[in-house]
Each structure stands twice: as structure tokens, then as C-alpha cells.
């Protein structure tokens, strides 16, 4: 109940949330009076160890970012451990543009305190926010072509390995 | 194990509770009308006026100081419709009503009943007394439009909570929103967030939709009776106006009123025929070139689910629960469809 108060009465303001957001790619070159905007828009949620924060398959709504605790990204069905993240690290940012099923499932490694960002609020914010909407976009699609340059990278990598011969 | 009897009997069981508790949420919404009434129309207007608040956002207003502006906008208009529109409102119906007892409407009716006692005597009609059934149908049209014209009146004292809370719904729903989603345990976190956002487009453009077309078809009504010399051309525009928010049924209760209206006040068949031709084009303007820009098909409604909508939204909200029944009934479509698209979706259904 203090939460729904909290929520409609006070504006919430959590300790370093700045300071953490400031470090997130997706929000690169936003200043402080941005980064303001953006904290207040977040969704906070608090995760218990072993809880999952979202299964593979289910559709994609936006992106998580890890304000304390770790997470541990998980491929199913064979539940090999693909990524363990920690505070200030941030995943499912592509949800943000599409609505396709997430390609894996996030857990909590430990007691997890969440910043979450998502798809809706990023809509709502470039319709009332425009320039910042801008910035978010931008910063967005420079996060996505360096990693499609990264894969393309290992892909490049792989193929000469396998053309290599024995 | 339970037996196939006992899960009949719980099924029953489950089934009577149900209904039990829909019957006790309509009792208890009847009895608590006049509030749902007004949360109703300050959603709606919530909801209608939202693009424009968030447009003077993106112009650098605050979301309070657009609220502000937007509150402050509706009052004028609230003043203004109250100064000028609602005497030229109540002038068109006194003068509906004197226009009743004039010797021409008298020698119109009086033709009419000696046609039908003359041409129809084969079905056995005779001594209809229509002169006298008219005056008493209209003595109590009368009284009811007084009668909800006085219900309008107990709603005007409470006018001022519609604007009070569309400011709050406007300057704080965002809040509201993300306090609600606070509260939502993590599995269903999501899920409900995505159900609330496609929620909030799809149900905004819907009102937003309607909203519109019914101004334009009001705005259009009214020209066209005006440019055909139609007397109380204000009166039967606005009506015809709302009258739209009512799928299929409403432009005909539109076109009925004109009709009924221009042949009382002078009794021509050819300016009955004008006007017949003129809501006919009215209608044929806005299903070609209104209603497939501005209302979506998502929520499109079976006729028979309209009238019943009507029929109930009349029986627990007088004449104002009829207009507002199609789009509260919309928007109960739109929220049990997103529901179960994402149930399925999220692998819960």
C-alpha cells in the first residue's frame, strides 16, 4: 500500500539511480535534467533469488537494468548459462523496439533490486519528450549495429576456422 | 479425486456465486449512478482530450500546467455552452411544443387520421383520435425531455466534479497507472503492463474515434438542415450528433426526429424529402469518408449487442446510460479481447 502512495503522491527518487542510468549505453549523452526524466518514468521491482524475471518465449516488453544483485540469463530447455550480469549491467534492451519472444530466460542470482525501462514508456516519452525520444533512439541503434558488427565479427571469425583445414 | 457429480456441482456452484456477484456489482453501480455517471463521462473526456495534453507537452509545457490549461478550457466551455447554447437549446424545444397546438400541425394530423380511417377501414381502423393521441404523446415527451433535461439539471450540480476529476485523470494518470502496476506481483508483471498499454491505445483511439465522428456528423446535420431552412436546425444537429455515438440505430433516431420535426412545423412532404436525402447523404459521407479514418473496426459490435447494451445502459442510467453504454460496452470488448491475446501470449491461458 505505501507503494501505490508512494507512487501517486511522491515523486520517487532512489539514491545513485542517476549515476547508474548515466553508465547505460541507451542513455549515453542524456543530461541530468534527461536522466531525471528517466528516473522518473522507470518501473522499480525487487526480485527474490531463483525468481525469473522473465521466461524464454514470452513476448519482449522492454529492458531491465540490475540496480543490485545478479542475474543469470538462461537457455532453455537445457538450461546452460549463457550470461551472468551484475549491478549496473542491463539486458533485454531489444524488447524495446520489437515485440518478438525473448531468446532466453532471465533469473534471479540473489535478491535483485530492478530498474526497468520499457517499451510503452519509451513510445509515450518520444510523443511528449521528442528530443530526448531522439537521443534514446539514437543511442539505441548505436548499441544494436555495434553488436551486429560484433557478431559479424565472430561469424567472419568462424568461418575462417571451419575453412581452415585440420 | 473429485467425482464427475461433485464437479458438476461445483461448476453450478461456481456459476451461482458468478451471477450472484454480477447481480450485486449492477445493484450496487444502479445505486451508485450518478457517481459512475460522472467517472464515466471525466474518463472519456480524459481519454479525448489526452492527445492534446500530450501535444502541449511536446511543445515544453508541464503535464500539470497542460492539465491546468486543459481544465480551465473545459470550464469556459462548459460557461459558454451554458450561456449560449443551452437557451437556443430549451427555445428549440418550447417551440417544438407550441408549434404542436398551431392549426396547421392540427389540419396535418387530422389528414393523416382521415386517411388512415378512410384508406385502411379494411383492417378494421376506425375512431383512432389521433389529433388526441398525438397531444398526449407529446405532453409526455414533454415531460420526459423535462424530465431529463431536470436529471441534466441534478447533474449540473455536480458539473464541476467532471472537470475536477478529468484534471486529476489527466495530470495524474500516468501515476495512477504505474501505482497499479506496483502493486502486481513480479510473474505478472509484464503481462499486465503490456496489457494496460495496448489497452490504453486501443480504448483511447475507439472514444477518440467516436468522439470525433459524432461531432462531424453533428456539425454536418446541422449544416445541412440549415442550408434546407429547417427549423430548430441546432437542436436536431446536436442530436443527431450524439444520437451517433449509437451504432446503426442512432442515425436513424437521428433522421426520425428531422423528419418528424420538419413535417410538424410545415407539413411538406418535399422538405421531409430533402431532409430524408440530406441525413442519407450525411450518413453515406461518413461511412465513405469519417468513420474509416477516424473510428477503428477493432471494436466493431453486432447490432443485437448494441440494442441490448442500449436496453440495459437505459434501464440502470436513464437517457444518458443509453448514449454511454456503446462506449463503456466497447470498451468491456476491447478489455476481455486484450485480456485473453495476452493470457495466451504469456502461455497463462
Given at each position: 500500500?505505501?507503494?501505490?502512495?508512494?507512487?501517486?503522491?511522491?515523486?520517487?527518487?532512489?539514491?545513485?539511480?542517476?549515476?547508474?542510468?548515466?553508465?547505460?549505453?541507451?542513455?549515453?549523452?542524456?543530461?541530468n535534467?534527461?536522466?531525471?526524466?528517466?528516473?522518473?518514468?522507470?518501473?522499480?521491482?525487487?526480485?527474490?533469488?531463483?525468481?525469473?524475471?522473465f521466461?524464454?518465449?514470452?513476448?519482449?516488453?522492454?529492458?531491465?537494468?540490475?540496480?543490485?544483485?545478479?542475474v543469470?540469463?538462461?537457455?532453455?530447455?537445457?538450461?546452460?548459462?549463457?550470461?551472468?550480469?551484475?549491478?549496473?549491467?542491463?539486458?533485454?534492451?531489444?524488447?524495446?523496439?520489437?515485440?518478438?519472444?525473448?531468446?532466453?530466460?532471465?533469473?534471479a542470482?540473489?535478491?535483485?533490486?530492478?530498474?526497468?525501462?520499457?517499451?510503452?514508456?519509451?513510445l509515450?516519452?518520444?510523443?511528449?519528450?521528442?528530443?530526448?525520444?531522439?537521443?534514446?533512439?539514437?543511442?539505441?541503434?548505436?548499441?544494436?549495429?555495434?553488436?551486429?558488427?560484433?557478431?559479424?565479427?565472430?561469424?567472419?571469425?568462424?568461418?575462417?576456422?571451419?575453412?581452415?583445414?585440420? | 479425486?473429485?467425482?464427475?457429480?461433485?464437479?458438476?456441482?461445483?461448476?453450478?456452484?461456481?456459476?451461482?456465486?458468478?451471477?450472484?456477484?454480477?447481480?450485486?456489482?449492477?445493484?450496487?453501480?444502479?445505486?451508485?449512478?450518478?457517481?459512475?455517471?460522472?467517472?464515466?463521462?471525466?474518463?472519456?473526456?480524459?481519454?479525448?482530450?489526452?492527445?492534446?495534453?500530450?501535444?502541449?507537452?511536446?511543445?515544453?509545457?508541464?503535464?500539470?500546467?497542460?492539465?491546468?490549461?486543459?481544465?480551465?478550457?473545459?470550464?469556459?466551455?462548459g460557461?459558454?455552452a451554458?450561456?449560449?447554447?443551452?437557451?437556443?437549446?430549451?427555445?428549440?424545444?418550447?417551440?417544438?411544443?407550441?408549434?404542436?397546438?398551431?392549426?396547421?400541425?392540427?389540419?396535418?394530423?387530422?389528414?393523416i387520421?382521415?386517411?388512415?380511417?378512410?384508406?385502411?377501414?379494411?383492417?378494421?381502423?376506425?375512431?383512432?383520435?389521433?389529433?388526441?393521441?398525438?397531444?398526449?404523446?407529446?405532453?409526455?415527451?414533454?415531460?420526459?425531455?423535462?424530465?431529463?433535461?431536470?436529471?441534466?439539471?441534478?447533474?449540473?450540480?455536480?458539473?464541476?466534479?467532471?472537470?475536477?476529476?478529468?484534471f486529476?485523470?489527466?495530470?495524474?494518470?500516468?501515476?495512477?497507472k504505474?501505482?497499479?502496476?506496483?502493486?502486481?506481483p513480479?510473474?505478472?508483471?509484464?503481462?499486465?503492463?503490456r496489457?494496460?498499454?495496448?489497452?490504453?491505445?486501443?480504448?483511447?483511439?475507439?472514444?477518440?474515434?467516436?468522439?470525433?465522428?459524432?461531432?462531424?456528423?453533428?456539425?454536418?446535420?446541422?449544416?445541412?438542415?440549415?442550408?434546407?431552412?429547417?427549423?430548430?436546425?441546432?437542436?436536431i444537429?446536436v442530436?443527431?450528433?450524439?444520437?451517433?455515438?449509437?451504432?446503426?440505430?442512432?442515425?436513424?433516431?437521428?433522421?426520425?426526429?428531422?423528419?418528424?420535426i420538419?413535417?410538424?412545423?410545415?407539413?411538406?412532404?418535399?422538405?421531409?424529402?430533402?431532409?430524408?436525402?440530406?441525413?442519407?447523404?450525411?450518413?453515406?459521407?461518413?461511412?465513405?469518408?469519417?468513420?474509416?479514418?477516424?473510428?477503428?473496426?477493432?471494436?466493431?459490435?453486432?447490432?443485437?449487442?448494441?440494442?441490448?447494451?442500449?436496453?440495459?445502459?437505459?434501464?440502470?442510467?436513464?437517457?444518458?446510460?443509453?448514449?454511454?453504454?456503446?462506449?463503456?460496452?466497447?470498451?468491456?470488448?476491447?478489455?476481455?479481447?486484450?485480456?485473453?491475446?495476452?493470457?495466451r501470449k504469456?502461455?497463462?491461458?
Amino acid at each position: 500500500m505505501n507503494n501505490l502512495w508512494g507512487n501517486i503522491f511522491k515523486r520517487q527518487k532512489r539514491e545513485g539511480v542517476q549515476d547508474i542510468l548515466k553508465k547505460i549505453p541507451v542513455f549515453e549523452g542524456l543530461s541530468n535534467n534527461d536522466i531525471s526524466h528517466i528516473e522518473r518514468i522507470l518501473h522499480y521491482r525487487e526480485y527474490k533469488p531463483e525468481e525469473i524475471i522473465f521466461s524464454q518465449g514470452t513476448p519482449g516488453f522492454g529492458m531491465y537494468i540490475i540496480e543490485d544483485g545478479s542475474v543469470s540469463i538462461v537457455s532453455e530447455p537445457s538450461m546452460e548459462i549463457i550470461a551472468e550480469l551484475q549491478s549496473g549491467d542491463f539486458f533485454g534492451e531489444l524488447a524495446l523496439l520489437d515485440d518478438s519472444p525473448r531468446s532466453a530466460t532471465a533469473v534471479a542470482k540473489t535478491s535483485c533490486r530492478m530498474l526497468c525501462f520499457f517499451q510503452s514508456d519509451l513510445l509515450d516519452l518520444i510523443r511528449r519528450k521528442p528530443q530526448i525520444g531522439v537521443k534514446i533512439l539514437l543511442c539505441l541503434a548505436r548499441t544494436i549495429g555495434e553488436r551486429l558488427k560484433r557478431a559479424n565479427e565472430e561469424i567472419h571469425a568462424l568461418n575462417k576456422r571451419s575453412e581452415t583445414p585440420v | 479425486m473429485e467425482s464427475p457429480e461433485e464437479n458438476k456441482g461445483t461448476r453450478w456452484f461456481r456459476v451461482i456465486v458468478l451471477l450472484i456477484l454480477l447481480a450485486a456489482v449492477a445493484s450496487l453501480l444502479s445505486f451508485i449512478s450518478d457517481l459512475v455517471k460522472i467517472l464515466i463521462i471525466s474518463a472519456l473526456l480524459a481519454f479525448v482530450l489526452d492527445p492534446i495534453a500530450l501535444l502541449l507537452e511536446s511543445r515544453g509545457i508541464s503535464r500539470t500546467l497542460a492539465a491546468v490549461i486543459l481544465f480551465c478550457t473545459i470550464i469556459s466551455a462548459g460557461v459558454i455552452a451554458a450561456l449560449f447554447l443551452v437557451p437556443l437549446f430549451f427555445g428549440d424545444i418550447d417551440a417544438i411544443q407550441l408549434n404542436m397546438d398551431s392549426a396547421h400541425t392540427t389540419a396535418l394530423i387530422s389528414k393523416i387520421e382521415h386517411l388512415i380511417e378512410n384508406d385502411l377501414a379494411f383492417l378494421g381502423i376506425k375512431d383512432i383520435h389521433l389529433m388526441e393521441k398525438a397531444q398526449k404523446a407529446i405532453g409526455s415527451m414533454g415531460g420526459w425531455v423535462v424530465n431529463h433535461l431536470l436529471d441534466l439539471a441534478s447533474l449540473m450540480l455536480n458539473l464541476f466534479l467532471i472537470p475536477f476529476i478529468t484534471f486529476f485523470l489527466l495530470k495524474d494518470g500516468r501515476n495512477f497507472k504505474k501505482a497499479f502496476v506496483s502493486m502486481v506481483p513480479n510473474k505478472y508483471f509484464e503481462f499486465t503492463l503490456r496489457l494496460i498499454s495496448n489497452l490504453d491505445t486501443q480504448v483511447s483511439n475507439f472514444l477518440r474515434g467516436q468522439f470525433v465522428d459524432a461531432m462531424i456528423v453533428g456539425v454536418l446535420s446541422t449544416i445541412a438542415l440549415w442550408i434546407l431552412g429547417v427549423k430548430y436546425f441546432l437542436f436536431i444537429g446536436v442530436f443527431a450528433g450524439l444520437a451517433n455515438f449509437i451504432p446503426y440505430f442512432g442515425p436513424i433516431v437521428g433522421a426520425a426526429l428531422a423528419v418528424l420535426i420538419s413535417l410538424l412545423n410545415n407539413g411538406s412532404f418535399e422538405t421531409v424529402f430533402y431532409v430524408l436525402i440530406a441525413f442519407a447523404a450525411v450518413k453515406l459521407i461518413d461511412d465513405v469518408a469519417v468513420q474509416p479514418y477516424v473510428v477503428g473496426k477493432s471494436v466493431h459490435m453486432h447490432p443485437m449487442i448494441v440494442l441490448l447494451v442500449i436496453i440495459v445502459g437505459g434501464k440502470f442510467f436513464g437517457i444518458l446510460g443509453m448514449f454511454l453504454s456503446v462506449p463503456a460496452a466497447g470498451f468491456i470488448k476491447v478489455v476481455l479481447r486484450e485480456s485473453i491475446v495476452n493470457l495466451r501470449k504469456y502461455k497463462a491461458i
